[in-house]
């Protein structure tokens, strides 16, 4: 089965981490893509330019590039990405994450096998230092009818661990415009337009946890804004009752208004439920 890679990068990455990234999803794996569409948002560093020309030489015509002339955030960069992409299937990687060996060749099998599954995700394994020890995991529940109940309160897939259908990705107009949640609100308009999820309940992917970023990014008023925002759509597309849109506002921003070490706390601890 044939697939593109879906991936973003900007400024602010590390060369040496995009270069894991890209060793882990082309010289680890047991599957390999049949196209890498890289979407550049903005400009790069040098260091992140010459990686990238390391792999266009490698990889030949394998490899893509989508040139943005200003940063535009996550969910624009996925958006023009996706528009790019040749294959049916396509798999996201974070630029400074890990997948594991098996990954593809995993998915793979789940779509070879049920024709009517539109996205599936797998399990996340965190790490601070060394991708080999792992802290803790994303756990998201396995059936379809699972997965429902738990994006009433949050994504149902680990995004850095999607592949999913492009047909019904560009039928319900692909990523927003959000800088964080695009990929919440994505798959949400995905099940409200019928597709069929599936989550692998084993981590096909390492990420790293980056000392409080990610929940410096999750936590402050602006996110609490992008978040108010997401959940009204929610509510209009009537995915969520007034209740359930109620409980995931008032939830969601006492929790992203507190201090980062409380906050980092909690978000281990919502993994786990």
């Known amino acids: 089965m044939e697939f593109t890679i879906l991936m973003s990068v900007y400024y602010k990455e590390s060369s040496n981490v995009f270069n894991r990234a890209m060793q882990s999803i082309w010289d680890d794996q047991t599957i390999r893509p049949s196209e890498i569409v890289l979407v550049e948002d903005g400009p790069l560093t040098a260091e992140l330019y010459q990686e990238i020309d390391y792999w266009q030489e490698k990889l030949k015509n394998v490899f893509k590039v989508v040139r943005l002339e200003k940063n535009v955030g996550t969910g624009r960069a996925k958006k023009a990405g996706l528009e790019a992409c040749s294959y049916d299937l396509i798999a996201i990687m974070d630029t400074d994450d890990v997948s594991l060996p098996t990954r593809f060749e995993r998915q793979l099998s789940i779509f070879s096998g049920d024709d009517d599954i539109d996205v599936c995700g797998a399990w996340v394994g965190e790490f601070e230092h060394n991708e080999s020890e792992i802290v803790s995991y994303r756990r998201t529940p396995e059936s379809h009818d699972e997965i429902v109940k738990f994006a009433k309160s949050r ?119």
């Open 155 to 273: 994504s149902p897939v680990n995004h850095p661990t999607a592949m999913y259908k492009r047909d019904l990705a560009l039928s319900v107009n692909g990523y927003g415009k959000y800088r964080t949640s695009q990929d919440y609100h994505l798959f949400v308009k995905m099940l409200v337009a019928g597709g069929k999820f599936y989550n692998i309940q084993e981590s096909l992917v390492s990420m790293r946890m980056g000392n409080g970023q990610l929940e410096s990014r999750r936590g402050g008023l602006n996110n609490i804004i992008i978040e108010v925002t997401v959940q009204r759509e929610f509510y209009r597309m009537g995915f969520l009752s007034f209740y359930e849109l109620f409980r995931n506002i008032s939830v969601g921003s006492i929790v992203r208004m507190l201090p980062q070490k409380i906050l980092k706390v909690v978000f281990r601890i919502i993994r786990k439920l």
